[in-house]
């Protein structure tokens, strides 16, 4: 048995817990409320298939929402209701044997509800590890706040392996992005994915700053998921900013007016995840990755693919650096 077959039969919880490993990860989105369960099947061997040779740890299920009250900017792609991510998420973990880390969107539904989801995800999807996620906008019908959330899960009988989002560009601009993960974490969150990084300096800087506080506060940090995602059209760029990715105007123009904007992204991905590495692994930060394509396009799914395996080699390559000291 080699070494990665071994570890692919460790829970999440116990690669999530080895600060001396990378964990990583394929991000996806559930099939339109539409799709059948027989095209759900498909749509799943499919992804897997374009999976089978890569070591992973498992795949991220998002939880899609409209966000349009977020901001004013009308949505670059039409918002389309998907199958419940947890029904993907099962099917995705039968198929692969692998774990799966299914989003949850808490705004919509009360208490009473989240309870009774809580009890269905682990009882009847068997699925153990979950993020929560909070309404994209202080406005609107807020049914249940992201801390009102964390005290259920908390107060919830079964072992939630419980994540976070966390959001470099709130630190840009707040300062307090590491306060906000502190404080998710004193509410029972054990690791944070992150947005799509195109900004490495504001990733550093949000890094940087909560490693020096829990350094401070003798607390040790938790595992920080980063994700990346190609981009290969001036269309896919604007959905990103929409998103509230930031993407500075230099590295905006590098992609769209590069003769292969797709390659050009996979070079800016890498040149990223170089310099998060150098200034944050000494701080003793444990690290994973999880690579998405934001659209179906076949290109950009091909070239995340692509991504996966080179920053996963790099980021192999660095802790087995720093294992050597």
Known sequence: MNEWTYTMHQTLRDKFADPSRGVYFIGTTPPR???????????????????????????????IQDESARIDTPRPFPFKRTRDPREYSRLISALSDRETITYKSVAQRDRADFDKWLEETWNDFNLKNVVLVGSPSSDGDIR????????????????FHLGGVTIAERHATKGNEHERILGKQENGVEFFVSQAVYNPQATTDLLASYARTCRERGIEPKRIVLTFSPCGSAKTLEFMEWLGISVPPATRWRILDAENPLLESIRICQNSLDQIIEACLPLGLPLGLNIESLTNRKEEIDAAIQLYRLLKATLDLKLAEQQLG
Not at 39 to 44: V, Y
Not at 144 to 154: D, H, M, S, T, V
């Open 33 to 63: 409320e539409s799709t059948s369960d027989e095209q759900m099947q498909e749509i799943a061997e499919k992804l897997l298939g374009r999976l089978a040779a890569l070591e992973y740890d498992g795949l991220i299920v998002y939880d």
């Open 144 to 159: 249940l706040p992201l801390p009102e959330a964390y005290k259920a899960i908390g107060a919830n009988a079964h072992p």
